[in-house]
């Protein structure tokens, strides 16, 4: 069951990427110059996001025509209640020393690129290729790097007519579910000048602003406190972004492969639990990764702690609207020793999965976010399980089309394992799952061990 994913024969490193325009560009009409506030949750993922989607010639839309079209509907979603701040800059409140966004028409990044390939001479779109990068701008250098936009989008067009469409941007401004809004928006808007929008967005960040005072209810051992020099608010990264030398591997499952799980992870009928997809595989990832780290007399007795995010749109009191533009997930999170994942039945794994995000009730979130208040800390843990699994962005529609396949631009990193959906190959479902994973060399080849041990 599972199959490494090899490796591509060939490999483009270079995809001879030319860039034909870039700089600013500024909302279709005037706007009111204001702050948004941003919330616990938004200020801890101030760092940037690159995701490309690749889409096949389609006719009636030759590149340069699309570039327009996408070109004109980010402009006029850069305006007021819709996606103003885009076009904002970050900057400190003097007099709360909060982060906030100033909406100040600054302006965002767009770029236009050409390549000297085809779509089809890049080869594989699934396996992570380093050289997609050229196909995101991620900074201007004539921008200083205080001023820098906070989004940035970049059309690049192949030999064939097709294009990708390269997005970077902070993570402060959208989840994943947020940044589907946008791209939906950005679409609806490519079909028609304007509108109506698909969705509108509720961009009131104020709903996840901490209680006053403060009201911690539950400890959070996924959250780590940080002693900030004096004056400064602003919370490292979710991880550290050093790079590590690693080995990286990526395990594809089928949805076959994934009910296989499903049904080992099967839990006495008295034991209150939720057999997923995404649980049991992060189930198995847990055991995986925890043991691989093995090395020494006394580690079955060490605490391995998964984290993942959680979005709490629908389970707050009152729920948040499901338009809500901004960050609205927090970190679940499961605990044990790596004696009980390696000995213990798996689903009673697939339930520690299960119980870390069912403990994510309103009282939970709103103790999580006026923690964030007192203590401006951040998630903590061995490692995150980042889903881009079931998003969705493969999904919306263009004028040209839906995307071939939508994917991050993905960087190895030993603390995150990342999971994102298989390529939709000639209409069939892609409900399939690829597990990337960043490891030293000899903790890899445990992890493999360990891997088609367990998924067996």
């Given at each position: ?7 591509p024969e ?20 005037e706007t009111t ?6 919330s616990?949750?938004?200020k ?15 006719p009636g839309?030759?590149?340069e ?29 003097k007099?709360?020393e909060?982060v906030?966004i ?10 236009v690129a050409?390549?000297?390939?085809a ?22 250098d ?8 906070l989004?940035?989008?970049?059309v690049?067009?192949?030999k ?18 947020g940044?589907?809004m946008?791209l ?52 490292p ?28 992870a ?7 639990t939720k057999?997923?997809?995404?649980n ?28 993942f ?7 707050l ?9 901004g ?9 044990a ?13 697939v ?13 939970y ?12 800390g951040?998630?903590?843990?061995e ?24 994917c ?27 597990v990337?994973?960043a490891?030293p ?16």
């Amino acid at each position: 069951m599972g199959a490494l994913y090899l490796k591509p024969e060939t490999l483009h490193e270079d995809l001879k990427v030319t860039i034909l325009d870039s700089g600013l560009i500024f909302p279709s009409q005037e706007t009111t110059k204001h702050t948004m506030f941003l919330s616990n949750i938004d200020k801890v993922l101030n760092f940037d996001v690159q995701t490309v989607h690749f889409f096949p010639a389609s006719p009636g839309f030759p590149p340069e025509i699309v570039a327009g079209k996408i070109k004109n509907a980010f402009r006029r979603l850069l305006v007021a209640n819709t996606y103003d701040f885009l076009a904002g800059r970050l900057k400190k409140n003097k007099e709360s020393e909060r982060v906030e966004i100033e909406c100040n028409a600054a302006g965002a990044g767009f770029t236009v690129a050409s390549s000297e390939f085809a779509l089809e001479d890049i080869g594989d779109l699934v396996y992570p290729n380093p050289a997609f990068r050229q196909l995101v701008t991620m900074s201007f250098d004539f921008v200083a790097k205080e001023d820098q936009p906070l989004c940035f989008l970049q059309v690049t067009s192949f030999k064939c007519g097709g294009f990708a469409l390269g997005t970077s941007m902070n993570h402060i401004s959208f989840d994943g579910s947020g940044f589907k809004m946008f791209l939906e928006n950005l679409a609806a808007l490519s079909f028609n000048d304007d509108g109506p929008l698909a969705v509108v967005p509720c961009n009131d960040r104020s709903l996840l602003a901490a209680r006053s005072p403060p009201q911690v209810t539950f400890p959070h051992p996924e959250l780590l406190k940080v002693n900030l020099p004096a004056g400064e608010e602003m919370a490292p990264p979710v991880f550290d972004s050093l790079k590590d030398d690693l080995a990286f591997e990526i395990f594809q499952l089928s949805s076959a492969d994934i009910e296989r799980l499903k049904d080992k992870a099967k839990a006495p009928d008295n034991v209150k639990t939720k057999v997923t997809g995404f649980n049991v595989l992060t189930a198995a990832i847990w055991r995986c990764k925890a043991l691989s780290c093995l090395g020494g007399e006394n580690n079955s007795d060490r605490l391995s702690t998964v984290l993942f995010a959680v979005d709490i749109r629908r389970r707050l009191n009152p729920p948040l609207p499901d338009s809500y533009s901004g960050n609205a997930v927090l970190t679940g999170y499961g605990s044990a020793k790596c004696a009980e994942l390696e000995e213990g039945p798996f689903w009673k794994t697939v339930q520690m999965v299960y119980e870390g995000a069912a403990r994510m009730t309103d009282e939970y979130a709103r103790s999580a976010i006026d923690w964030g208040e007192l203590y401006k800390g951040f998630p903590h843990g061995e490692f995150l399980v980042s889903s881009w699994w079931r998003l969705g962005f493969e999904g919306v529609q263009f004028p040209w089309g839906k995307p071939k396949y939508s994917c991050p631009v993905v960087y190895h990193r030993k603390d995150i394992i990342l999971l994102f959906p298989d390529i939709d190959n000639g209409g069939k479902s892609n409900s399939g799952v690829n597990v990337l994973v960043a490891l030293p060399p000899k903790e890899m080849e445990k992890f493999k061990s360990l891997f088609h041990k367990f998924l067996a």
